[in-house]
Structures are given as structure tokens and as C-alpha cells.
């Protein structure tokens, strides 16, 4: 509180500096005060003279300037309650894990701009660092890994995309989608193929499209098998291909009909302007007769194609369209019974894949499984039906009454075998997880491929160790939907690890490297010191 008045002050101020003797003692009788206080009086008094006159600001000034420092202060709190943290090292995993799903770090630079401001965000530069780093770290990390997965790996579907020009080796095992090879090679061998799939003897079938190289490489590797005494290498050529391509050659077909259909109307309406017009519609209705002709027998052609693939096609299926398994003989006797239908150029390649004797080998090994399971074979065929019965039944999206016996027939046959063994659901399971299992189609693979090719979309090449990043990224992320959701592919290949983690895994290894990229260090530079102190 203040006990004397500013007036006072100055007075005292006034007796301390311009008074005579004597005049403090008796300005201090006056105010009631002790000498030592005119004197702090008339110090404080000179300081805030000599401060209003220097040309600073003033008082007021100050003031106002306070006020708008603290409204800047409680609104820069409000924004810091908005913001997430995102230090350095966030920024770092959040440009490798970017990168690994496919952005460009061009794109990558304008998302931490955003965030961080135009200013803030990290160099392109230090982007680059970032994920140099992290892509050696990824293939340090996957020498380990893909050591553990050797043993797991016994089926794979085989495919290659190219990188404007260089070729890309893509191998996946399709039960669990891990992304086990992934290798840029020079040029496309049978040899390259070869040496990729010799690192995995666990191997024991293979699903790959009809390629030269591809399969020379298959060919290579089952021979190098068999000479050495090895588990043998099953290969199959996959369906998906020539289900591609045989709807490729009905698509040229229809054309053909569609372009004739065309050629018709044309011609109709020509005949029609004759006839409006007064002029003789005799040669424009010849016409159209025959383009009409022409319609009704390309049409005609294409139905019988149609129905010659339709057929063909069910001698690809695991089943028989009664429910029976499908076997070599009856897909064969399918295929010879639609070849001679299935004519012109369009169909060439078609041909030449159904006549190709891998196009079955999944029924070959399919049944070779069957048969391995210790069971009866009147139990085994009612089970396999039973399985196929489960899969008949009407699904819940089904409308309106369901006709039919569809909806009991699978519990009559679960009847069928309780009565053959009491024990049947044990061996169903065996029965069911090799019907599951029937690998016939590389769409697995070519799920991959997609996922390069948004890759590719966004970058000029692609270097091996961002292919070792992408791969590694792919086999720990964890699915969000399907039949795999909940989990990433190493946890579905049954692979234990510590952490499943993109980054952990990662940030593990960068830290292992560090290290003993310090401790070289020290070794290198020890013998040079030693030498400077002698």
C-alpha cells in the first residue's frame, strides 16, 4: 500500500535535488519521512523523467502492448490444444511409411507443408536421407526375416511387371499374402527365374501364367531338383490368365457381330428412304437381306463359341457341375470336346493353354492330397460332397421363399456321414482345409502387381531398396477387411515375431546400424591416433 502520495515525492524529488542545505532535513520534518527516503524518492523520480523524455516508448504504450501480448498468448494456447505433436522423429517415419505405400516425395513434402507450415517442414533433401536410410534398413531386415519364412513358404504364385523396360520379379504366397520375392533383375531369364526360387527349396508348387521365361526358370529349378535329390517342384499354369484371355477373344467375336449389326441397320435405313422418297427399294432391301444374313450368322458363330468356352471352363473348376470332383480325364474330355469350336486367331493362345497339360496339375495334386489323408474313401467323397453341399446353400441376401432342396440337402449329408464315422467332423476339417487350399489362379499375384503400379504411376524406377521397403511395408500391414482382416501377412503365415510393427521394425535396425557404424568408426581412427601420440 502506498503510505505517501506521489506529490510528496516530487517535493521530496525537489528538496534532493535543487535544495540548499538544510532544505532535505526539513522536507523530511514535512513529510514525515526519514532523509534516506527523499533520497530513494528523488533517485526514482529522476529514473521515470528521464525515461519518459529518451524517446521509448511510453507508458501508455507499453500498456496497450501488454494487453496485446497476452490476447496472442491465450490464443496461441487454444491453437496448441488443436495440434497434434509432431516432432522430428514422427516426420521421419511418417515420410518412410509415405513412401512405402507409394507417394512420391514430392507429394510427401506438400503433406508436411500442411501440417507444419511452408517454413517448418523438412527439406527435400532430408527427405531423402530419410527414406535412403530406411530402405538399406528394410533390406538388412528382410535377410532375417526371410530366412524365418524359408520353412513356411511352400506355395507361390509367380508373375513379373516391368518398370519401363526393366522387369520386376514378383513372387506371393496366397494363403497369407506375404510378398516373398521381389527382386529388379537386368534382363528376363529362365536363369534369373532359377536363381530366385533356388533360395527356396521349401517350395513345393508354383501357379505361374504361360511367360517364356517364367516357365523356363520353373523348368530349370525342377531339374536342378531332381538331379540333386531334392523335394520335387509341382507347377501349374494359371487359370486366371486364360480366363483373361478367352474373355479378350469373346469380346473380339461379339465386335464382330456388333460391327455386322451395324452394316444391317445402315441398310435398313437406307431401304426405308427409298421406299419415302418414291425410288425403287429393290437394291437396298437385297442389301439388307444380305447384311441381315450376315448378322444371323455371325450370331450364330458366336453362340457356339460361347457355349464351346462355357464348357472348356467348367474343366478349370474344382468341381463338376453335379457336385462331383473334377479329375485330368473328365477336364480333358471337357477340352477336347470344345476345341473344335473354339477357332480364329483370338483363340490361339486360348487353345494352346487348355491343350497344355499344366492347366490340370492342380486336380493332380489335389487329389494326390486327398488321397494322403488316412481315411476311408466312401468317408472322403461324402465329405468333399458334404463341402460343396455347404457351399450350395442359399445365401442371407436372397429374397422371397427358397425353393428347392438346397437349404437341407448339406444337413441330410452330414447325416450320410455321422453315420459312416462319428468322428467325421475331425476328418472334415482335413478335407475342407484341402479343398480351401486348391491354389489354381495367380490373382494373388496379381493383387501385388496393382500395388506396383501405383508405384510406378508415380515414379521413374524403382530401386532395390525401395522395393525391399514396399515389400516389407506390404507383408506387416494389417489387413481391414476379408476373411484376413485383423491381422498382417507374417502373423498369417504363422511367423513369430516380437513386433509386427512397420516401423519398430525399422527404427530397430536403423539403430543397430548406427551403432555399429560408430564403433567402425572408432576402430578406424584408433590406429591413427596411436600412431600421432608416438
Keep these: ?15 534532493g535535488l535543487t535544495g540548499i542545505y538544510g ?38 504504450e507499453l500498456i496497450e502492448r501488454d494487453q496485446d501480448l497476452r490476447q496472442e498468448n491465450a490464443q496461441l494456447w487454444d491453437w496448441l490444444a488443436q495440434t497434434v505433436e509432431f516432432p522430428p522423429e514422427k516426420q521421419r517415419e511418417f515420410t518412410v511409411t509415405a513412401t512405402a505405400m507409394g507417394l512420391s516425395l514430392t507429394q510427401i513434402l506438400v503433406l508436411l507443408k500442411l501440417i507444419l507450415g511452408k517454413h517448418a517442414g523438412p527439406a527435400r533433401s532430408a527427405l531423402h536421407r530419410w527414406t535412403k536410410r530406411a530402405a538399406l534398413a528394410a533390406t ?9 519364412c ?25 494363403a497369407s499374402m506375404v510378398w516373398f520375392i521381389g527382386t529388379r533383375a537386368q534382363a528376363l531369364r529362365g536363369s534369373t527365374w532359377e ?11 508354383v501357379v505361374a501364367d504361360a511367360g517364356v521365361a517364367l516357365q523356363a526358370g ?12 531334392g523335394q520335387p517342384l509341382d507347377s501349374s499354369l494359371d487359370v486366371f490368365h486364360t480366363k483373361r484371355e478367352a474373355h479378350q477373344a469373346l469380346t473380339i467375336d461379339w465386335n464382330a457381330v456388333e460391327r455386322l449389326c451395324k452394316v444391317f441397320d445402315q441398310a435398313e435405313a437406307q431401304r426405308l428412304k427409298d421406299q419415302q422418297q418414291g425410288i425403287d427399294a429393290r437394291p437396298a432391301a437385297q442389301k439388307a437381306t444380305r447384311a441381315w444374313a450376315q448378322v444371323v450368322q455371325s450370331f450364330q458363330h458366336y453362340e457356339a463359341i460361347e457355349a464351346a468356352w462355357k464348357q472348356a471352363e467348367r474343366a478349370l473348376a474344382v468341381f463338376r457341375p453335379d457336385g462331383q470332383l473334377n479329375d485330368r480325364t473328365w477336364a480333358q474330355a471337357q477340352v477336347a470336346a470344345a476345341l473344335p469350336a473354339l477357332v480364329g486367331r ?38 468333399v460332397h458334404l463341402w460343396w453341399l455347404r457351399r450350395q446353400r442359399p445365401r442371407q441376401a436372397v429374397v422371397g421363399p427358397v425353393g428347392g432342396a438346397g437349404h437341407v440337402a448339406y444337413l441330410v449329408q452330414q447325416e450320410i456321414c455321422q453315420k459312416l464315422d462319428p468322428n467325421w467332423r475331425v476328418w472334415y476339417r482335413d478335407v475342407a482345409a484341402v479343398l480351401r487350399g486348391v491354389v489354381r489362379a495367380s490373382s494373388a499375384v496379381e493383387c501385388m502387381n ?18 525391399d521397403l514396399k515389400r516389407l511395408y506390404w507383408n506387416t500391414r494389417v489387413f481391414r477387411g476379408g476373411q484376413r482382416k485383423g491381422k498382417c501377412p507374417y502373423e498369417h503365415l504363422g511367423l513369430k515375431l516380437a513386433s509386427y510393427d512397420f516401423w519398430d521394425l525399422l527404427e530397430e535396425e536403423m539403430a543397430a546400424a548406427l551403432k555399429e557404424a560408430k564403433t567402425v568408426a572408432k576402430v578406424k581412427a584408433k590406429p591413427k591416433s596411436e600412431a600421432q601420440a608416438a
Design 23 to 60: 532544505d532535505v532535513i526539513r522536507q523530511a520534518d514535512v513529510a514525515d519521512c526519514s532523509r534516506q527516503t527523499i533520497y530513494d524518492h528523488t533517485r526514482k523520480v529522476q529514473a521515470a523523467v528521464e525515461d519518459a523524455h529518451d524517446g521509448g516508448p511510453t507508458r501508455a
Design 140 to 148: 538388412r531386415v528382410l535377410k532375417s526375416l526371410d530366412a524365418q
Design 346 to 383: 483370338a483363340w490361339g493362345r486360348v487353345r494352346n493353354h487348355l491343350q497344355n497339360p499344366k492347366s490340370f496339375s492342380f486336380l493332380d495334386r489335389m487329389h494326390n492330397q486327398l488321397a494322403q489323408l488316412p481315411m476311408a474313401q466312401e468317408l472322403r467323397e461324402a465329405l
Design 450 to 467: 496393382s500395388v506396383l503400379r501405383m508405384h510406378q504411376a508415380r515414379h521413374r524406377t524403382i530401386t532395390p531398396g525401395m522395393l
Design 218 to 229: 520353373i523348368a530349370l529349378e525342377q531339374k536342378r531338383r531332381l538331379q540333386e535329390g
Design 150 to 174: 524359408k520353412a513356411l513358404i511352400l506355395v507361390g504364385c509367380l508373375d513379373e511387371i516391368f518398370f519401363h523396360g526393366r522387369p520386376v520379379l514378383v513372387a506371393v504366397e496366397p
Design 195 to 205: 536363381k530366385q526360387l533356388r533360395a527356396w527349396d521349401a517350395l513345393r508348387y
Design 1 to 15: 500500500m502506498l503510505k505517501i502520495p506521489f506529490p510528496t515525492w516530487i517535493a521530496n524529488a525537489a528538496a
